[in-house]
């Protein structure tokens, strides 16, 4: 069973982190109908989407578009942000100011004379509803950099104008808001210095450009440089453009991070107790009276500390002693749980949403992740709050045991994760190195190394025992979305937003092949039982199945139409199911890459979906606030979990598939047991 927990645990732990990205949407518009064009716009677009894209935003560039396209667009980013996403949105074009609202004007907009600016209001982008589009997302950050106080573009008819005759007015902008503007409140901003001008950006685009690409940064520190940058380039031509600031954000803002450098593992002294780590485990591992983990604790500290290999052999043989015979064959097959009649205990405690929930490899606990800045450990049976893991900064991405259930992994947007004592709640160990968000850790196989990954592109393995940095996988052009040891801890396997998924071999850190083919990131990455395959998931609509030795494409699984954001073996390696933000699961035949069932009825994008421990049933969590169960054989709808109030972010089977966690938005997790 423990290494059914331990397969179980390491496929999860392949799915992506919720609510952790950063985001851009970025507007030029050169090309008006009916109104001047612009010359550099579209240019300072495509620039910023380049200096986004290396602080490794998912940006989405829209070049020109009409009013129904930039509308489009917009509803299709607010869409994609999750609560704690921080999202950026850059606009260059024309804007104008109508009694005190500022609009940002599509490539149609109509020319209009004074006494029409009704038609202006209802066909251009109100500055106020972008902010409302993010807020309603619960975007921990919503960056807008508006490069549109150009002269008023409409025509004046006996000195009356279309709203304000220059630039747009001033803000008042929600809390977790900072707007950036590129002139002051009534003043004009320069799209060049002179007709001659041999740049390529506009004047306040072309002082921000450098900055973004500057590591540690703050955002204020920028503003202030920037600010002083532009005027002194408009004042060279007798032009007063001084930009304006609206800053409604709590905390700092860097668009790269600075580069951290590693705290140093301590190195043990030379009277330093060789069983100090076992004797850390041994307290938890002697209570829990498990044979699958003193066996483990065997293999992980019999050759380093023989004294607690000693106690732990007396310990099992105790316990062999009494271990019940056989079930023979004539006795009764234990029957399915019923989950039509699944009641749940719920898990209050959290004071912000929950990430994710884990079962313990013996099922007896439950450890929690979330955005309050803690992890929490429960009784899986009464729902009690064990242990409260406080010591992170800012949110708790992942939290999971360690294949004998002593020790807890959490990782964190402080860069960092740490380890714990899964009995006592106490911190063990801080692993530092990574530069940015660290998205989520997995034990090794045999619990003796942890790899982490981050959006600095890197993947790092760890030594469990001590916190001890071993190596770091370098070579990822994007951010690492998730990353998973093979069965035989050997190798890991890394998927990145640069489009590829890469296998690595575990112990040296050399790239051993580069998975090459998706044209989109590829969100996660798993590999078969027997480690021969990988299946990847990628964010357009496409599934591949890999030869992890060739480094070819065995299969392409197609029939999502939108991202699939998980793809996992079947616990015989003869199935996979995926999820997909088109609101479906789909379970295919692992072999031949037929679709074999379509399991629909989830009403929003299904986030997650794992085979149960005997691989009979499928289990799917839903952005529309509910669990599902399936059957994994026909498709089947077998019963749905409904009592969260919001976004159900995950839901995992405990190891003997008779109960059921699930993560939600609503700052609780349930334990579901069927009768």
């Known amino acids: 069973m423990?290494?059914?927990?331990?397969?179980?645990?390491?496929?999860?732990?392949?799915?992506?982190?919720?609510?952790?990205?950063?985001?851009?949407?970025?507007?030029?518009?050169d090309t008006y109908a009916h109104v001047p064009s612009l010359q550099k716009a579209r240019n300072d677009a495509r620039d910023v989407v380049t200096a986004l894209d290396a602080a490794d935003f998912r940006t989405e560039l829209v070049i020109d578009p009409d009013e129904n396209t930039l509308l489009a667009a917009l509803t299709r980013f607010a869409g994609q942000l999750d609560p704690g996403d921080e999202a950026v949105f850059y606009f260059a074009g024309h804007g104008v100011e109508i009694d005190g609202r500022n609009y940002l004007l599509p490539a149609d907009v109509p020319d209009v004379p004074p006494g029409q600016e009704l038609i202006v209001t209802r066909r251009a982008l109100p500055v106020d509803e972008v902010i409302d589009a993010f807020q309603r997302r619960g975007a921990r950050l919503s960056l807008l950099i508006l490069d549109a106080c150009r002269d008023n573009p409409f025509e004046q008819v006996a000195g009356r104008s279309v709203g304000r005759t220059r630039g747009l007015g001033q803000s008042e902008p929600p809390e977790g808001t900072f707007i950036m503007y590129s002139a002051g409140a009534g003043q004009s901003a320069l799209d060049a210095l002179s007709r001659d001008d041999p740049e390529r950006n506009s004047v306040f685009?072309?002082?921000?450009?450098?900055?973004?690409?500057?590591?540690?940064?703050?955002?204020?520190?920028?503003?202030?440089?920037?600010?002083?940058?532009?005027?002194?380039?408009?004042?060279?031509?007798?032009?007063?453009?001084?930009p304006a600031v609206y800053d409604q954000l709590d905390g700092e803002f860097q668009f790269i991070p600075a580069a951290v450098t590693p705290e140093p593992a301590p190195e043990p002294g030379p009277a330093a107790d060789p069983c100090a780590a076992a004797a850390t485990v041994w307290a938890s591992v002697e209570a829990a009276d498990s044979i699958a983990a003193l066996e483990s604790f065997q293999q992980l500290y019999g050759k380093t500390c023989p004294v607690f290999a000693a106690l732990a052999e007396d310990r099992l043989a105790a316990l062999r002693a009494v271990v019940a015979p056989e079930p023979q064959e004539t006795e009764d097959v234990e029957a399915e749980p019923d989950w039509t009649r699944a009641t749940s205990v719920a898990l209050r405690g959290h004071t912000f949403l929950v990430m994710t929930a884990a079962f313990s490899p013996d099922g007896q606990r439950i450890v929690t992740a979330s955005r309050d800045h803690t992890a929490r450990i429960w009784d899986a049976e009464t729902g009690r709050e064990i242990a409260t893991l406080s010591g992170h900064d800012l949110p708790v991405n992942t939290a999971v045991f360690s294949p004998?259930?002593?020790?807890?992994?959490?990782?964190?947007?402080?860069?960092?994760?740490?380890?714990?004592?899964?009995?006592?709640?106490?911190?063990?160990?801080?692993?530092?190195?990574?530069?940015?968000?660290?998205?989520?850790?997995?034990?090794?196989?045999d619990g003796k190394q942890i790899v982490t990954w981050s959006t600095d592109r890197t993947t790092r393995v760890w030594d469990a025992a001590t916190g001890r940095a071993i190596t770091t996988l370098s070579g990822h052009t994007g951010g690492v979305y998730g990353a998973a040891f093979s069965p035989d801890g050997g190798r890991i396997v890394t998927a990145s937003r640069d489009n590829t998924a890469r296998v690595w071999d575990a112990a040296t850190g050399r790239v051993i092949a580069t998975l090459s083919g998706h044209n989109r990131p590829v969100i996660s990455a798993a590999f078969s039982p027997d480690g021969g395959r990988i299946v990847t998931a990628s964010d357009k609509d496409i599934v591949r199945i890999w030869d992890v030795e060739s480094g070819t494409t065995l299969r392409r699984l197609s029939g999502h139409t939108d991202a699939v954001v998980s793809a996992v073996f079947s616990h015989d390696g003869e199935k996979i199911v995926t999820a997909s933000n088109d609101n479906t699961a789909r379970?295919?035949?692992?072999?031949?890459?037929?679709?074999?069932?379509?399991?629909?009825?989830?009403?929003?994008?299904?986030?997650?979906?794992?085979?149960?421990?005997?691989?009979?049933?499928?289990?799917?969590?839903?952005?529309?606030?509910?669990?599902r169960i399936w059957d994994a054989q026909t498709g089947a709808a077998l019963a749905t979990l409904s009592g969260h109030s919001d976004w159900v972010n995950s839901a995992v089977f405990s190891p003997d598939g008779l109960r059921i966690v699930t993560a939600s938005r609503d700052q609780t997790a349930r334990i579901w047991s069927a009768p």
């Open 2 to 29: 423990i290494r059914l927990a331990t397969l179980l645990l390491a496929l999860t732990l392949a799915l992506p982190a919720l609510a952790q990205d950063r985001h851009a949407l970025v507007i030029g518009i």
């Open 205 to 242: 685009t072309r002082a921000l450009l450098p900055r973004m690409s500057e590591p540690g940064l703050d955002l204020r520190v920028m503003v202030q440089q920037l600010r002083s940058e532009v005027r002194q380039l408009a004042r060279t031509v007798g032009h007063n453009q001084f």
């Open 404 to 445: 004998e259930g002593s020790l807890v992994v959490t990782t964190s947007q402080d860069r960092s994760a740490r380890l714990w004592d899964a009995a006592t709640g106490r911190e063990l160990t801080k692993l530092s190195g990574h530069r940015f968000i660290v998205r989520g850790a997995a034990f090794a196989p």
């Open 587 to 627: 379970i295919w035949d692992a072999q031949t890459g037929a679709a074999l069932a379509t399991l629909s009825g989830h009403s929003d994008w299904v986030v997650s979906a794992i085979f149960s421990p005997d691989g009979k049933q499928v289990l799917t969590a839903s952005r529309d606030n509910t669990a």
